[in-house]
């Protein structure tokens, strides 16, 4: 019934258990028939948590174009507000169920399934969901997902703008924190040096060996510095081009 539309094959397969799940999954309800490691080079994630994430794909169908959404829950892990997946599996099963009854805005729940260890709903717009299960009220497809597909990229824009605004504040706070460190190192030496000689003279107490090994871990910061590089780039391009405007 479904294919990706301009679908790129990888040749090395998506180890990602999460990521490999949400393909299996999304091939067995839709009776895709390609393979789960290639399936999932067109998941992209607009959210990845500990214990929540969700990718979307868009996809040729039966009724034109479709944009489907998979939320995958990692269900014994905890999130950072200490909730396990379990907990936002369940409670994004009564959200979408109590939007479709509602006629509410945002997706509709098209399949959901559980295993030991993770917890999946499939997902798209209104309109599409209505075309598939052949709706009488789905008379222009092509009408009906044009809206909905513009209501995904503004519900995608507004988790970016809070993850943003989570990130500016977890840097501000870990920028106090640095300097909260700094200065108990200049107190622990009981002198007036400067950070360079800091650099040479610091031994480091258990803790700090903790956190300095997990900074030399290739990829524990790997994603922020990366995220931080292109924050930095972007801005400086859209500065450059505002002068270029003046």
């Given at each position: 019934m479904t294919e990706p539309i301009d679908p790129r094959h990888s040749t090395n397969p998506a180890r990602d258990p999460v990521l490999h799940g949400a393909a299996i999954f999304l091939g067995e309800v839709l009776g895709i028939t390609d393979a789960p490691d290639y399936l999932a080079t067109d998941l992209s994630p607009i959210k990845r948590d500990a214990n929540a994430s969700i990718f979307t794909i868009q996809l040729d169908s039966s009724v034109g174009p479709a944009a489907f959404l998979v939320y995958a829950y990692v269900l014994e892990q905890r999130g950072g507000d200490g909730r396990t997946g379990k907990e936002l599996f369940d409670a994004g099963l009564i959200t979408l169920q109590q939007a479709?009854?509602?006629?509410?805005?945002?997706?509709?729940?098209v399949a959901h399934a559980e295993s030991d260890t993770l917890g999946l709903i499939l997902a798209t717009t209104p309109g599409t969901y209505r075309a598939l299960t052949g709706d009488s009220e789905a008379h222009d497809t092509s009408a009906a997902t044009a809206p909905d597909f513009a209501a995904i990229e503004e519900a995608s824009n507004r988790l970016r703008g809070e993850i943003a605004q989570d990130l500016l504040q977890s840097l501000k706070n870990a920028n106090a924190q640095a300097t909260d460190w700094l200065a108990a190192i200049q107190a622990a030496s009981q002198s007036d040096v400067d950070d360079d000689e800091l650099d040479e003279m610091l031994a480091f107490t258990d803790d700090e060996t903790e956190l300095a090994l997990y900074?030399?871990?290739?990829?524990?910061?790997?994603n922020l510095l990366r995220a931080l590089n292109l924050l930095v780039a972007s801005a400086q391009q859209q500065a450059a081009?505002?002068?270029?405007r003046d």
């Amino acid at each position: 019934m479904t294919e990706p539309i301009d679908p790129r094959h990888s040749t090395n397969p998506a180890r990602d258990p999460v990521l490999h799940g949400a393909a299996i999954f999304l091939g067995e309800v839709l009776g895709i028939t390609d393979a789960p490691d290639y399936l999932a080079t067109d998941l992209s994630p607009i959210k990845r948590d500990a214990n929540a994430s969700i990718f979307t794909i868009q996809l040729d169908s039966s009724v034109g174009p479709a944009a489907f959404l998979v939320y995958a829950y990692v269900l014994e892990q905890r999130g950072g507000d200490g909730r396990t997946g379990k907990e936002l599996f369940d409670a994004g099963l009564i959200t979408l169920q109590q939007a479709a009854e509602r006629s509410a805005p945002g997706p509709r729940a098209v399949a959901h399934a559980e295993s030991d260890t993770l917890g999946l709903i499939l997902a798209t717009t209104p309109g599409t969901y209505r075309a598939l299960t052949g709706d009488s009220e789905a008379h222009d497809t092509s009408a009906a997902t044009a809206p909905d597909f513009a209501a995904i990229e503004e519900a995608s824009n507004r988790l970016r703008g809070e993850i943003a605004q989570d990130l500016l504040q977890s840097l501000k706070n870990a920028n106090a924190q640095a300097t909260d460190w700094l200065a108990a190192i200049q107190a622990a030496s009981q002198s007036d040096v400067d950070d360079d000689e800091l650099d040479e003279m610091l031994a480091f107490t258990d803790d700090e060996t903790e956190l300095a090994l997990y900074l030399l871990d290739d990829e524990s910061i790997g994603n922020l510095l990366r995220a931080l590089n292109l924050l930095v780039a972007s801005a400086q391009q859209q500065a450059a081009r505002g002068i270029e405007r003046d």
